[in-house]
């Protein structure tokens, strides 16, 4: 295990800040996110594991060629476990408990091998991605993207931006999951429990 106040002088993980083409909006270091309070308070968590950062950056630079002028944005990254336990404490038995990951288990964000990330269009502004960031309803969910598009819940300009976000993750390594567009996950989740150090 890594205390998070030692991940900023550890070789196993790079600041968020040095990645070149990725911007850096930290949504949980803030109130704008879905408690509406600072979950970060006091612990510098703008950092992602070094293979996971090179992931990011290839992702980056496949999609400032493929898609010149988008952007990727991180929302958040490094989760240490203190805070997982708490926003655990605060969702488990609502519905909201099924978007984030039992810390019994771990969290792959607290490995330093998960982000939440979405897509800046050229004017700046973030994308439109037909639900918001920790948007905890079946809109935000990938699995129906083809349900919801028939349906005419999503647009096909919003899943052609999901699919943009997804095919340069790919590029550097990452794998989504169903039932969140923003979050992806840097290699093999199982392998990352039995393997990475948790950080605390
Ligand atoms: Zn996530």
């Known amino acids: 295990m890594i205390r998070c106040e030692e991940v900023a002088t550890h070789a196993l993980f790079r600041s968020l800040g040095s990645l070149a083409g990725v911007e850096v909006d930290l949504r949980y270091a803030g109130p704008h996110n879905f408690a509406g309070r600072v979950l970060y308070e006091g612990l510098d968590c703008a ?35 203190r805070i997982q336990e708490a926003i655990w404490r605060d969702v488990v038995g609502t519905p909201a408990q099924a978007y984030f990951a039992d810390p019994a288990r771990g969290s792959i964000h ?4 998960a982000v939440d990330i979405t897509l800046v269009h ?47 993750m ?31």
């Open 47 to 81: 950092w992602i594991r070094t293979e996971a950062a090179a992931g990011l950056e290839r992702a980056a630079q496949w999609l400032a060629r493929k898609r010149p002028g988008y952007r990727l944005k991180v929302l958040d990254a490094l989760r240490p476990q």
């Open 122 to 168: 050229p004017s700046g502004q973030e994308c439109d991605m037909g639900s918001g960031y920790d948007e905890m309803s079946i809109r935000s969910h990938p699995s129906h993207d083809a349900l919801h598009l028939a349906l005419g819940v999503l647009t096909a300009d919003q899943l052609m931006s999901r699919g943009w976000l997804h095919a340069a």
């Open 170 to 200: 790919a590029q550097g390594g990452f794998a989504g999951i169903p039932n969140e567009w923003w979050h992806f996950d840097f290699g093999d989740r199982e392998q990352v429990r039995r393997e990475c150090p948790m950080v605390i």
């Open 110 to 113: 607290s490995f330093g091998m």
